[in-house]
């Protein structure tokens, strides 16, 4: 594989990332591509989470927490005391595990990021929360209820609203957390098409524990063992031919 | 990273640095109300308190002496308070979180005890002189007063009780009822036992509410003096609180007695929150030491 | 043998429902008993001239049984203490549960446990003989004991009940609201102030009312600092006589079932009711939001 410099969005070296005294993440180095999906996979527990929260300073929200290393967007320390984590969180964008949406309307769901940011204007936030469902893949099923609860919408829908709740802040990176793990088929499909859409404008780095998931929607895999960076290469390769035998074993179903 | 809006981060955390000021402040004035207050009780209280104020009764009109009967007074009642609420409390508390299924009954005996919570304590007092007092003959007496306060303080033992069973694990009543124990037997021998931190905290707090109050005894059993102590449920007592009030507003010697006053206010308040502080403490023990 | 056992659990389950059901016994006894003693005063005022009635003479001859001064006075140092507490209560809620770092917290928890356990006749006493004096000279006024002494007072009592509700509210808004927030590059103010205020806007109203409540029907505080006169107030320096302090000043000396009797029995069936209204709100209030938790899948 060939990457250029300015190819590489996030770049991290040796990061070691602590919970109080108990390590999650030992000697990490690893380079994000820009416009391209990553997945991480790896076993319950293996840090994958902790890894993604790393990159929009989520985990300094936690009490105790510690980071070494370094972890370059753009070629800046993000974690650097001059960089301040709300600016980082606006440009790169994070989708959880469990829907999350407000208990607010549709409406208010989307434009709460742009708001706190300084758009107040009435018809640049309609137009805002238009693309952005419409980039979601949602526009169709809401645009007649933007005023209705969100707390209404189905489990999928509720995802999809939450992706583009983040993609109306217009961030560079999509961090999501096993973003289909609570869905039914139906809705994975749909945001797996999202996501294959979205590869064109967007960062993102996926975290999964569906095999089949990273295989289709990712170029990029990483393989994380108790907290390290087994294997991370191209996902064909990953599939095909992977080169540590840890790798293999967890791909294969034949891990424990 | 720089942004150009017209809700500059700066402004943002400007924002914020005010916020967290005035929010703070909210707590800081809290705070030194408190600790005002508690100066001020103790700083007048001090010199009062001697082991004659807390030892002998009243003379010359209450403008000498101590306090002895008073502090007897709502010993009583707070502990026939007790003795009327724990057991009620308790009981309500087990149906409740152990019996009673989600339904139209339990509903309104929830409303029931919220409300009972809420009822003014001058209302109880009313209550009391109504019904023990007057119709049930009791007249003002230790027993009017205690049944008062107990039923007073009943919603403060089943919130506490029943806060504390359904702390206990539903996997320990599983277990016990897995062995083929029955139901009471489980309640009896697994569920109760766990829950009496818990329970025990709430009965402590609810004597410091009993203690202190004053309307509720005021019309069923405080007197103004007694010459003696009191001998049975049936007779008049003194007690801290009324103690207090009465100094403090009626008679002629309001001045003159200022001193019994405070000192009267600093053994009610070591007194009242000196229980609470007990409850508070047993709470965080408990939770320190519990394992599930 | 499981038959009879079936039986005995049975009869034990009953025995609790009949100890949990006496609290409803006991609210219809208050109920009787405040009619039984009160509704007397009915034959000699109607229920509208009772309420509305502007004149409290009740030992003038002939006597006058009006109590709406005493309802303006309840309602005055309610409103007035509650827009002191109210800001108080939530923002100390707020300061604990999302701000304070763990060990302030602990200690402002305690401190509003103990404020919760002053007695209310030391509170009151501390209204007058350190309040008014300073109140008194401060404002140059003819007494201390007036509506703005008995307001403040009151809300240092309503404060714990609004701020520990407040904070149990505060407290169970989902922590994935907050992460959603923050993912978003909020800050910690926009997050507390458009997500979690709002996410636990019902608890919040309900402590509020429930602090309201809880200052209605507050005896001691406005029997000792509130001055005790029976007129409609003009000033926030004027004294009045609230409900509560009415019945405890005045049932030692009205003659037992005179119609001054009678009346003060009345007033506490207007006040039961009143405080009644408030908490049949707090609590319909804080049943109708429970239902709208989390995402739902
Ligand atoms: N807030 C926390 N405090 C302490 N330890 C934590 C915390 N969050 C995670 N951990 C620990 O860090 C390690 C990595 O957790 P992480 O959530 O990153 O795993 P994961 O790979 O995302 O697992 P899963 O697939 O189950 O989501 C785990 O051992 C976990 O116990
Ligand atoms: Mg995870």
């Given at each position: 594989?060939?990457?250029?410099?300015?190819?590489?969005?996030?770049?991290?070296?040796?990061?070691?990332?602590f919970?109080?005294?108990?390590?999650?993440?030992?000697?990490?180095?690893?380079?994000?591509?820009?416009?391209?999906?990553?997945?991480?996979i790896?076993?319950?527990?293996?840090?994958k989470?902790?890894?993604?929260?790393?990159?929009?300073?989520?985990n300094?929200?936690?009490?105790?927490?510690?980071?070494?290393?370094?972890?370059l967007?753009?070629?800046?320390?993000?974690?650097?005391?001059?960089?301040?984590?709300?600016?980082?969180?606006?440009?790169?964008?994070?989708?959880?595990?469990?829907?999350n949406?407000?208990?607010?309307s549709?409406?208010?769901?989307?434009?709460?990021g742009?708001?706190?940011?300084?758009?107040?204007?009435r018809?640049?936030?309609?137009?805002?929360?238009e693309?952005?469902?419409?980039?979601a893949?949602?526009?169709?099923?809401?645009?007649?209820?933007?005023?209705k609860?969100?707390?209404?919408?189905?489990?999928?829908?509720?995802?999809?609203?939450?992706?583009?709740?983040?993609?109306?802040m217009?961030?560079?990176?999509l961090?999501?957390d096993?973003?289909?793990?609570?869905?039914?088929?139906?809705?994975?499909?749909?945001?797996?098409?999202?996501?294959?859409?979205?590869k064109k404008?967007?960062t993102?780095?996926?975290?999964?524990?569906?095999?089949?998931?990273?295989?289709?929607?990712?170029?990029?895999?990483?393989?994380?063992?108790?907290?390290?960076?087994?294997?991370?290469?191209?996902?064909?390769d990953?599939?095909?031919?992977?080169?540590?035998?840890?790798?293999?074993?967890?791909?294969?179903?034949?891990?424990? | 990273?720089?942004?150009?809006?017209?809700?500059?981060i700066?402004?943002?955390?400007?924002?914020?640095?005010?916020?967290?000021?005035?929010?703070?402040?909210?707590?800081?004035?809290?705070?030194?109300?408190?600790?005002?207050l508690?100066?001020?009780?103790?700083?007048?209280?001090?010199?009062?308190?001697?082991?004659?104020?807390?030892?002998?009764?009243?003379r010359?009109s209450?403008?000498?002496?101590?306090?002895?009967?008073?502090?007897?007074?709502?010993?009583y009642?707070?502990?026939?308070?007790?003795?009327?609420?724990?057991?009620?409390?308790?009981?309500?508390?087990?149906?409740?979180?152990e019996?009673?299924?989600q339904?139209?009954?339990?509903?309104?005996?929830?409303?029931?005890?919220?409300?009972?919570?809420?009822?003014?304590?001058?209302?109880?007092?009313?209550?009391?002189?109504?019904?023990?007092?007057?119709?049930?003959?009791?007249?003002?007496?230790?027993?009017?007063?205690?049944l008062?306060?107990?039923?007073?303080?009943?919603?403060t033992?089943?919130?506490a009780?029943?806060?504390?069973?359904?702390?206990?694990?539903?996997?320990?009543?599983?277990?016990?009822?897995?062995?083929?124990?029955?139901?009471?037997?489980?309640?009896?021998?697994?569920?109760?036992p766990?829950?009496?931190?818990?329970?025990?905290?709430?009965?402590?707090?609810?004597?410091?509410?009993?203690?202190?109050?004053?309307?509720?005894?005021?019309f069923t059993?405080?007197?103004?003096?007694?010459?003696?102590?009191p001998?049975?449920?049936?007779?008049?007592?003194?007690?801290?609180?009324?103690?207090?009030?009465?100094?403090?507003?009626?008679?002629?010697?309001i001045?003159?007695?200022?001193?019994?006053?405070?000192?009267?206010?600093?053994?009610?308040?070591a007194?009242?929150?000196?229980?609470d502080?007990?409850?508070?403490?047993?709470?965080?023990?408990?939770?320190?030491?519990?394992?599930? | 043998?499981?038959?009879t056992?079936?039986?005995?659990?049975?009869?034990?389950?009953?025995?609790?429902?009949?100890f949990a059901?006496?609290?409803?016994?006991?609210?219809?006894?208050?109920?009787?008993?405040?009619?039984?003693?009160?509704?007397?005063?009915?034959?000699?005022?109607?229920?509208?001239?009772?309420?509305?009635?502007?004149?409290?003479?009740?030992?003038?001859?002939?006597?006058?049984?009006?109590?709406?001064?005493?309802?303006?006075?309840?309602?005055?140092?309610?409103?007035?203490?509650s827009?002191?507490a109210?800001?108080?209560?939530?923002?100390?809620?707020?300061?604990?549960?999302?701000?304070?770092?763990?060990?302030?917290?602990?200690?402002?928890?305690?401190v509003?446990?103990?404020?919760?356990?002053?007695?209310?006749?030391?509170?009151?006493?501390?209204?007058?003989?350190?309040?008014a004096?300073?109140?008194?000279e401060?404002f140059?006024?003819?007494?201390?004991?007036?509506?703005m002494?008995?307001?403040?007072?009151?809300?240092?009592?309503?404060?714990?009940?609004?701020?520990?509700?407040?904070?149990?509210?505060?407290?169970?808004?989902?922590?994935?609201?907050?992460?959603?927030?923050?993912?978003?590059?909020?800050?910690?103010?926009?997050?507390?102030?458009?997500?979690?205020?709002?996410a636990?806007?019902?608890g919040?109203?309900?402590?509020?009312?429930?602090?309201?409540a809880?200052?209605?029907?507050?005896?001691?505080?406005?029997?000792?600092?509130?001055?005790?006169?029976?007129?409609?107030?003009?000033?926030l320096?004027d004294?009045?006589?609230?409900?509560?302090?009415?019945?405890?000043?005045?049932?030692?000396?009205?003659?037992?079932?005179s119609?001054?009797?009678?009346?003060?029995?009345?007033?506490?069936?207007?006040?039961?009711?009143?405080?009644?209204?408030?908490?049949?709100?707090?609590?319909?209030?804080?049943?109708?939001?429970?239902?709208?938790?989390?995402?739902?899948?």
């Amino acid at each position: 594989m060939v990457t250029t410099a300015n190819n590489i969005i996030f770049e991290l070296k040796q990061v070691n990332f602590f919970y109080g005294s108990t390590q999650a993440l030992t000697d990490i180095s690893m380079d994000f591509e820009k416009n391209r999906v990553t997945a991480l996979i790896g076993p319950s527990g293996c840090g994958k989470s902790t890894l993604l929260r790393l990159l929009n300073r989520m985990n300094d929200l936690i009490d105790g927490t510690r980071v070494e290393g370094e972890i370059l967007f753009e070629g800046r320390n993000i974690y650097n005391a001059d960089n301040d984590p709300v600016e980082i969180r606006r440009r790169i964008g994070m989708v959880f595990q469990k829907p999350n949406p407000f208990p607010k309307s549709i409406f208010n769901n989307i434009t709460y990021g742009p708001r706190l940011t300084g758009t107040r204007n009435r018809a640049d936030l309609e137009l805002l929360v238009e693309q952005s469902l419409k980039q979601a893949v949602l526009w169709d099923e809401v645009k007649d209820i933007l005023n209705k609860s969100a707390m209404t919408l189905s489990g999928g829908q509720q995802q999809r609203l939450c992706i583009a709740r983040a993609l109306a802040m217009k961030p560079d990176v999509l961090l999501m957390d096993e973003p289909t793990s609570a869905l039914d088929p139906i809705s994975t499909a749909k945001i797996e098409d999202l996501i294959e859409e979205l590869k064109k404008n967007y960062t993102i780095i996926i975290v999964t524990h569906n095999m089949q998931q990273a295989a289709r929607v990712s170029e990029m895999t990483g393989f994380f063992y108790l907290g390290r960076l087994i294997e991370y290469a191209l996902t064909t390769d990953i599939f095909t031919n992977p080169q540590v035998k840890q790798t293999e074993d967890y791909i294969t179903g034949r891990f424990g | 990273m720089n942004l150009t809006s017209d809700n500059s981060i700066t402004w943002r955390y400007a924002k914020q640095q005010v916020f967290f000021n005035i929010v703070r402040l909210a707590a800081l004035l809290i705070s030194a109300a408190l600790g005002g207050l508690l100066l001020f009780i103790i700083a007048s209280g001090i010199q009062a308190i001697s082991w004659d104020f807390i030892t002998l009764p009243p003379r010359d009109s209450m403008t000498k002496g101590g306090i002895m009967p008073a502090i007897v007074g709502t010993f009583y009642l707070t502990l026939g308070a007790i003795a009327i609420a724990l057991p009620l409390g308790v009981a309500s508390a087990i149906y409740l979180s152990e019996y009673a299924r989600q339904g139209t009954i339990v509903r309104i005996i929830r409303i029931g005890v919220n409300c009972l919570a809420g009822v003014p304590s001058v209302v109880f007092g009313l209550f009391g002189l109504g019904f023990f007092v007057v119709y049930l003959k009791f007249g003002s007496s230790i027993l009017s007063g205690a049944l008062t306060l107990g039923i007073l303080i009943l919603p403060t033992i089943i919130g506490a009780s029943e806060e504390a069973l359904k702390a206990v694990p539903q996997t320990f009543r599983e277990a016990s009822l897995a062995l083929g124990v029955s139901k009471w037997g489980t309640i009896l021998r697994i569920v109760l036992p766990n829950a009496l931190p818990g329970i025990l905290t709430g009965s402590i707090l609810g004597i410091g509410r009993a203690a202190g109050e004053t309307a509720p005894i005021m019309f069923t059993a405080a007197a103004f003096f007694t010459a003696k102590l009191p001998e049975s449920i049936f007779d008049e007592v003194m007690a801290l609180p009324y103690h207090v009030y009465v100094l403090a507003t009626a008679g002629t010697h309001i001045e003159e007695t200022r001193s019994i006053q405070y000192g009267t206010v600093l053994v009610l308040v070591a007194l009242v929150l000196g229980i609470d502080l007990i409850a508070i403490a047993i709470r965080s023990a408990m939770r320190k030491r519990k394992k599930w | 043998m499981a038959a009879t056992r079936q039986r005995k659990e049975q009869a034990i389950q009953m025995l609790f429902f009949l100890f949990a059901a006496f609290s409803i016994v006991l609210l219809a006894l208050i109920l009787i008993f405040l009619f039984r003693e009160g509704l007397p005063i009915f034959k000699t005022v109607t229920p509208i001239d009772f309420i509305f009635g502007k004149f409290w003479y009740p030992t003038y001859e002939p006597p006058e049984y009006g109590i709406w001064p005493l309802i303006v006075g309840s309602l005055v140092v309610t409103f007035i203490a509650s827009a002191i507490a109210v800001p108080l209560g939530v923002l100390s809620a707020v300061y604990i549960s999302e701000i304070a770092p763990a060990s302030i917290k602990e200690i402002l928890k305690s401190v509003i446990e103990l404020i919760a356990g002053i007695p209310s006749v030391v509170l009151g006493f501390f209204g007058m003989v350190i309040l008014a004096p300073w109140m008194q000279e401060t404002f140059d006024l003819p007494t201390g004991l007036n509506i703005m002494n008995a307001s403040l007072v009151l809300a240092l009592m309503a404060v714990p009940t609004i701020s520990s509700i407040s904070e149990d509210a505060l407290y169970a808004v989902p922590n994935e609201f907050k992460e959603a927030s923050y993912a978003l590059g909020a800050t910690k103010y926009e997050t507390i102030v458009k997500v979690i205020i709002p996410a636990a806007l019902s608890g919040i109203s309900t402590a509020v009312i429930l602090g309201m409540a809880r200052a209605i029907g507050e005896t001691m505080v406005v029997l000792m600092v509130a001055g005790g006169a029976a007129a409609i107030p003009e000033s926030l320096f004027d004294s009045v006589r609230p409900m509560p302090a009415s019945i405890a000043a005045e049932m030692g000396e009205a003659p037992f079932r005179s119609g001054h009797y009678h009346a003060l029995f009345a007033t506490g069936i207007v006040l039961f009711f009143l405080t009644l209204a408030f908490n049949l709100l707090a609590d319909y209030i804080s049943n109708r939001f429970k239902e709208v938790g989390s995402a739902t899948l």
